[in-house]
Nanobody, 124 residues
């Protein structure tokens, strides 16, 4: 049974930084397929903000490109999101997701395994 657990969320002031982590368990090769970060604010649809494919190619949503960096550690079966220069509009619940059966085309695609989310709050 695949399980994803996010950590690293919290409250910061605008301009601050946070690093989110997502630990996968229950599937040895979780990091071999598509991995992504999503976020959702109340009343809005969940949106994908970053993706990394099996060979490490990266994709970002326009509003986070240049400020957020997605990375993974295959040995640890973990996914990360380094966030710098945070803005109040980055406030959201952040989710990690994996799709082990897909290796490419990881951005704006379907994911079947999700974490429970971690809250990020950025104050002005």
């Amino acid at each position: 049974q695949v399980r994803l657990v996010e950590s690293g969320g919290g409250s910061v002031q605008a301009g601050g930084s946070l690093r989110l982590s997502c630990q996968a368990s229950g599937y040895q090769y979780a990091a071999a397929g598509c991995m992504g970060w999503f976020r959702q604010v109340p009343g809005k649809e969940r949106e994908q903000i970053a993706a990394i494919d099996s060979e490490g190619s990266l994709s970002y949503e326009d509003s986070v490109r240049g400020r957020f960096t997605i990375s993974k550690d295959k040995a640890k079966n973990a996914l990360y999101l380094q966030m710098v220069s945070l803005k109040p509009e980055d406030t959201a619940m952040y989710y990690c997701a994996i799709e082990p059966d897909r290796r490419f085309g990881c951005y704006k695609s379907e994911y079947n395994y999700w974490g429970q989310g971690t809250q990020v709050t950025v104050s002005s």
